[in-house]
């Protein structure tokens, strides 16, 4: 028995299976990077375009890698917000039709839940409960949109403890890298060139630091990174490293430090880190350095998973079929909906 999950809040096109006990079965990507890059940024007409046109190709393919026919869908899910209202129209109408048509319940999931519960995708319970059991602790959803801690006590049962008041850092990584001049997005180039780069050239600001503050800014780390331009020269390939790897430091510690302040403050020894921006190899390496000086266990989203797909979405969707959870047909796509009302 399995969902038939699909993902349209954005730039991505994806579908997956994902069996009852939260296994993967396939999960399909189709990125717009590409036709994006152009304008430097996501132009919402064309992404919906774009899922329009590859949406049916891509559920066949998520049931024919599964080995699944579409008769054997136990129920049809879809991200319903947040995210771009033309493009989450596009997956949540289709999950709709396919519900209708084959008589079965359909789900609607949040985008940021499947972020949330997508590290533990394929760990942990036994083998026939892939990820099933999430014990209480401390989840970082770092991606393109949103910048978030949360005590997470159960599935379901989540307590916001900070937030971004102004750039998310995937956000934060990508206008900066546009700054830089590097292509769209410009959060794995920075990764990549900060390899490189000496991450003490540049003092670059950490913000809210104070104790007890566990909310983010990164629009004065943009606007310092700013004011150094016009005294640097970007054609030096080695200044350029140095930038990169200074200013992601400076996103790095306060994402890091606040992670484990919050999980003290919670009392739990487990941190989870999710999004695109959790692919970072810098900020995996910290956390995980840091996580073992205090005695607190890191649970990273395996890369695939990070950025925007459709099985983080399935997963989701088990955890809310297991708990007896349905969507009306009627329930609406949101691009603000929120994870934590
Ligand atoms: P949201 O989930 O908040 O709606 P989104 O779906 O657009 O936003 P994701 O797909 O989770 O965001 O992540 C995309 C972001 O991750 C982009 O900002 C991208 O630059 C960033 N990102 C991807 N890989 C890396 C990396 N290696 N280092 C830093 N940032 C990265
Ligand atoms: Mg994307
Ligand atoms: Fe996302």
Not at 59 to 67: F, I, K, P, R
Not at 80 to 103: F, H, N, Q, W, Y
Not at 293 to 300: D, G, P, T
Request: hydrophobic fraction near 40%; charge should be negative.
């Amino acid at each position: 028995e399995c969902l038939l999950a699909l993902e349209t809040s954005c730039d991505e096109t994806a579908a997956s299976v994902v069996d009852l006990n939260g296994r993967v079965l396939s999960s399909e990507v189709v990125t717009q990077i590409e036709a994006h890059r152009v304008y430097g940024g996501v132009v919402p007409e064309l992404a919906s375009r774009n899922h329009i046109m590859h949406m049916r190709e891509l559920c066949e393919q998520a049931l024919e890698s599964a080995g699944v026919k579409l008769g054997e869908v136990s129920a049809f899910a879809a991200t319903s917000g947040p995210g771009l209202v033309s493009s989450l129209l596009i997956g949540s109408t289709m999950a709709k039709a396919l519900a209708l048509a084959e008589d079965k319940p359909y789900l609607a999931i949040n985008h940021l839940e499947g972020h949330l519960l997508s590290p533990f995708m394929g760990y942990g319970g036994s083998d026939e409960d892939l990820g099933m059991a999430i014990p209480p602790h401390v989840a970082l959803i770092v991606s393109g949109g949103h910048t978030m801690l949360l005590h997470v006590k159960a599935v379901g049962d989540y307590q916001l403890l900070g937030r971004t008041r102004d750039d998310a850092a995937g956000e934060a990584f990508d206008k900066v890298g546009k700054m830089l001049g590097l292509p769209y997005p410009g959060g794995p180039e920075i990764d990549k060139l900060a390899v490189g780069g000496d991450k003490k050239a540049f003092e670059f600001p950490r913000s809210m630091m104070e104790a007890g503050n566990l909310e983010f800014s990164f629009s004065g780390l943009k606007t310092a990174v700013l004011y150094h331009l016009p005294k640097i020269d970007l054609k030096d390939a080695q200044t350029l490293k140095d930038v990169c790897a200074s200013f992601q430091e400076a996103v790095i510690e306060v994402l890091v430090e606040k992670a484990l302040r919050a999980a003290k403050l919670c009392g739990v020894l487990l941190i989870s880190v999710s999004g695109g921006v959790s692919c970072n190899r810098r900020l995996r390496e910290r956390l995980v350095e840091r996580g073992g000086q205090q005695s607190v266990e890191i649970k990273l989203t395996q890369p695939r998973y990070s950025t925007d797909n459709a099985a983080m979405i399935g997963f989701a969707a088990v955890h809310r079929w297991r708990a007896g959870l349905r969507s009306a047909l009627e329930t609406d796509v949101s691009p603000n909906l929120p994870l934590v009302s």
